[in-house]
């Protein structure tokens, strides 16, 4: 298997392919962590200086063709792959050249630089789809996985996202979340509802019909519901909506002054708030009929957006106790919180990440916001946007995508990007903000 | 040109109001009020239209950027808004806090909440009930400029006090 490395450049693996030396090729899988024992395309996510792996996604093909389209089903993979950060999609011949049974001539395609190849049939049986898909190591020349999923016509895009999901499993040894949903609120003059979309912004539906103010949606972990904030009683209190239906919200917490910025717990039985019972704003724990369990920040500073460590024993949040809003930590037993923003005078908004080696942020720079990472020692501060003002960022449920608001475009909207901001796209159409990425959804 | 000929207008205009309030005491009684409605019924009973003037002639408070702490023109807006409401002293009032858009909207969801506890607090301490009052922060979300530049934004960061019988 070959990790890329960050120092082989694309030219450089063309010209080594060209010029064809075994010599060469056998000294690159030695430089790159090849793991012998198991012959097989995979990408070490753990490797710091890990480049894009070369990819190719042909066109679906069938013999019903007018049915479905082949490259839009394609399409869906390689958007998938992209976003990931992990790949580098490289168009494939169309048609692509096929041996005479039927496989690809993978000799032909090496000169590409291509690494692997995706290519992929479907059958349509009256409202059924099937769909078949090979992914092929193109230096090995051998097949390395075959998959085939069935079901409904009307969900192609998610058969699809299921495909990749398990696509990204067999490289990378950990599934991807392309069957995701990411929630969000609507910006109208006088309403915000939540809405719901798939990561990649289709089958976009409103989930809410309140007709007030809604904020700062939080998906519960089972993915049944979510908590949010909502001004249904004219104050911003903490309610719940469950997907089956948008109508039956259910109140949480409606102490006087702020129930805002909720957060479940990793286990789903405790949500983090910020409570201004005693006027300042503070960080509380509650229970999920809204019963407080602790009050967990004290002082005179303004503490609000908590986010769980995925493990539930500490809560990083913001507070401006010290005249700016920074990112503290604090056990969620209690105990003296720690500062770990320490540049920029304005950092809000954090995100823990699912494998728990990260913080994800706003912070405003030269005037402008920008997402950012920190580690929860407060080490390794990178910043991952520059265009435009950008915030509300969320982890998706791997860990390997970000979704953020951006107004780059001229008006804010939701984008997503890789972990590392090298791709960075606009997934939403309308106008909006707060994006909180969906747990796996089972179907 | 015409901008800034009405930039210049507005400045003057906005001078005049400040000097003429400065000049003036700074508390007006409630007796010099000159808003129709005001003086026609009895402390306590308040008609629907009476209300309209008196939500009317109650002053917003406005706050520097990221900051709820009271400025002096601040500490005048809430003291003359005291006057108003001792001298209706059945009516209930609701301050809101608000942000201007730049910012997180959480984080400006905290600072509109300590904005309208600050005028709440200084209300409290001219004599305000508490039981009168109420506080909501509605942060970034309800602005009464939409527009992204420097004097929408000094108009958006306010509390307002929202009377009802």
Known sequence: ?443 | MDNRHLTIYFTALMFTIILAGGCAKKIVRPNDMASPGFGLAGPGSVVESELQGIQSSLKTVYFDFDNYSLSPEAQASIDYDAEVLKRYPNLMVVIEGHCDERGTAEYNLALGERRAGAVAERLAALGIPSSRMNTVSFGSELPVDPNHNEEAWAKNRRAYLRVSK
């Not at chain 1, 890329?4 to 080594?16: F, G, N, Q």
């Not at chain 1, 998959?147 to 299921?162: A, D, N, V, W």
Request: proline share 7%; glycine share 8%.
């Open chain 1, 1 to 443: 298997m070959r990790a890329y490395s960050y120092y082989t450049h694309h030219a450089e693996r063309k010209r080594a392919i060209k010029v064809g030396g075994l010599l060469l090729c056998a000294i690159l899988v030695i430089c790159l962590t090849w793991d012998s024992s198991s012959a097989k395309l995979l990408i070490d996510v753990d490797n710091p200086n890990l480049g894009k792996m070369p990819i190719m996604v042909a066109q679906f093909t069938s013999n019903q063709p007018g049915s479905l389209n082949g490259s839009e089903l394609a399409s869906i993979i390689r958007t998938d792959l992209t976003l990931s950060g992990l790949f580098d999609v490289i168009e494939a011949p169309q048609p692509l050249p096929l041996t005479q049974n039927g496989d690809p001539e993978l000799n032909s395609l090496s000169s590409s630089g291509a690494q692997a190849l995706v290519m992929g049939s479907f059958q349509v049986n009256g409202s059924e789809l099937t769909v078949e898909c090979r992914l092929y190591d193109i230096s090995l020349q051998k097949l390395d996985l075959g998959k085939r999923f069935t079901g409904p016509l009307s969900e192609h895009r998610y058969i699809i996202h299921r495909l990749t999901d398990s696509l990204l499993e067999k490289i990378t040894n950990l599934r991807g979340s392309f069957t995701t949903d990411i929630a969000f609120i609507v910006d109208d003059p006088r309403t915000r509802e939540i809405f719901l979309m798939n990561y990649d912004g289709y089958n976009l539906r409103p989930l809410t019909d309140t007709k007030v103010l809604n904020l700062s949606p939080d998906w519960a972990p089972d993915g049944k519901g979510l908590i949010f904030t909502s001004y249904i009683k004219g104050r911003p209190d903490l309610w719940y909506v469950p997907l089956s239906d948008g109508r039956r919200v259910v109140l949480i917490s409606d102490r006087k002054g702020l129930n805002a910025s909720g957060r479940f717990s990793p286990d789903g039985s405790k949500i983090a708030l910020s409570l201004s019972v005693k006027s300042i704003p503070k960080i509380f724990i509650i229970n999920t009929r809204g019963d407080i369990i602790n009050q967990l920040t004290n002082g005179l500073g303004n503490d609000i957006s908590p986010t769980w460590s995925p493990d539930g024993a500490n809560i990083a949040y913001v507070s401006d106790q010290a005249g700016t809003p920074q990112i503290y930590i604090v056990p969620v037993t209690g105990g003296r919180p720690k500062r770990i923003t320490l540049s920029n005078a304005y950092n809000t908004d954090p995100d823990w990440s699912p494998r728990g080696d990260e913080l994800v942020f706003t912070s405003k720079i030269d005037g402008r916001f920008q997402i950012c990472v920190i580690k929860p020692d407060g080490s390794d501060f990178r910043v991952l946007t520059n265009k435009g003002s950008n915030q509300d960022p969320a982890w998706s449920p791997d860990g390997r995508m970000i979704a953020f608001t951006s107004n780059r475009d001229g008006f804010k909207r939701i984008f997503v990007m890789d972990a590392k901001g090298t791709v960075q796209v606009p997934v939403s159409n309308k106008s909006g903000k707060s994006p909180a990425w969906s747990p796996r959804l089972s179907k």
